[in-house]
C-alpha cells in the first residue's frame, strides 16, 4: 500500500487561505468516506483535525474544513493564523485487507 | 478523560528485545481498536498495525508484518509493541491511538498517546 500524496510545503500569510492536496487512488481516497486530517507541530502527537472528509471533531475551528473529488481529498485552512504552522497529515480507510494509509505529510509555513 | 498513556523512552542495542505499552484510561478499553504508529525521526507517519482488545484481534500492515508484534491485556487496560531483535532502523517515536468510534475500523484515531522514543545503537 503507497502512501498517499501530498505536497512537501504550502504557505500563505495571515489571514488568508490555503489548500493541501491529498491524492490516492480508488482503492483508498476514491473508495470510502473515511479520510481524515491530522495536524502535528514539533515535538507534539499529531492531533485528529478532520475525519469523514468533511467534519471537525469538537473544538477545532471551523477555519478548517476537509473536501474530497474523486481520488483527491484537500484540507482548507482559511484565516491562516500563526498556530496553524505545522506539519499536517492525511490518512485513508483503505479496506478490510489493507486497512489504511497516511500521506507522506505537508509542512505547513505560516509567513 | 479519555487517554492513552505510554510507556517511557527506551535505549537498545542493535539485536535486543523490547515490549513498550500504552495504557487506556477514561473509555472501555475492550471496545474500541488500538493502533501503533511509527514516526522516524524528520518523517512521516506510518501505520504499523491495530488491535482489538475485545477478542485480541491483530491486523498489520504489510510492511509490518513479522517485524512486529503487537498485543493487548485487557485485564490492565494495556496494549503492547514489541520487538524480538531491534535494528539500529527501528529508531523512531512510536505513537499508540485510539480509534474514534466504537468497535468499528475506519483508520480515523482521534486518541493519541504521548509517544515512545526508541532509540537503537550500538
Known amino acids: 500500500q503507497s502512501a498517499l500524496t501530498q505536497p512537501p510545503s504550502a504557505s500563505g500569510s495571515p489571514g488568508q487561505s490555503v489548500t493541501i492536496s491529498c491524492t490516492g487512488t480508488s482503492s483508498d481516497v476514491g473508495g470510502y468516506k473515511y479520510v481524515s486530517w491530522y495536524q502535528q507541530h514539533p515535538g507534539k502527537a499529531p492531533k485528529l483535525m478532520i475525519y469523514?472528509?468533511?467534519k471537525r471533531p469538537s473544538g477545532v475551528p471551523d477555519r478548517f474544513s476537509g473536501s474530497k473529488s474523486g481520488n483527491t481529498a484537500s484540507l482548507t485552512v482559511s484565516g491562516l493564523q500563526a498556530e496553524d504552522e505545522a506539519d499536517y497529515y492525511c490518512?485513508?480507510?483503505?479496506?478490510?485487507?489493507?486497512?489504511?494509509?497516511f500521506g507522506g505529510g505537508t509542512k505547513l509555513t505560516v509567513l | 478523560e479519555v487517554q492513552l498513556v505510554q510507556s517511557g523512552a527506551e535505549v537498545k542495542k542493535p539485536g535486543e528485545s523490547l515490549k513498550i505499552s500504552c495504557k487506556g484510561s477514561?473509555?472501555?478499553?475492550?471496545?474500541?481498536?488500538i493502533g501503533w504508529v511509527r514516526q522516524m525521526p524528520g518523517k512521516g507517519l506510518e501505520w504499523m498495525g491495530i488491535i482489538y482488545p475485545g477478542d485480541s484481534d491483530t491486523r498489520y500492515s504489510p510492511s509490518f508484518q513479522g517485524q512486529v508484534t503487537i498485543s493487548a491485556d485487557k485485564s490492565i487496560s494495556t496494549a503492547y509493541l514489541q520487538w524480538s531483535s531491534l535494528k539500529a532502523s527501528d529508531t523512531a517515536m512510536y505513537y499508540c491511538v485510539r480509534e474514534v468510534i466504537v468497535a468499528s475500523m475506519r483508520f480515523t484515531f482521534n486518541i493519541w498517546g504521548q509517544g515512545t522514543v526508541v532509540t537503537v545503537s550500538s
Open positions: 490518512s485513508s480507510y483503505a479496506g478490510s485487507n489493507n486497512l489504511g494509509v
Open positions: 477514561g473509555y472501555s478499553f475492550t471496545t474500541y481498536w
Open positions: 469523514e472528509v468533511s
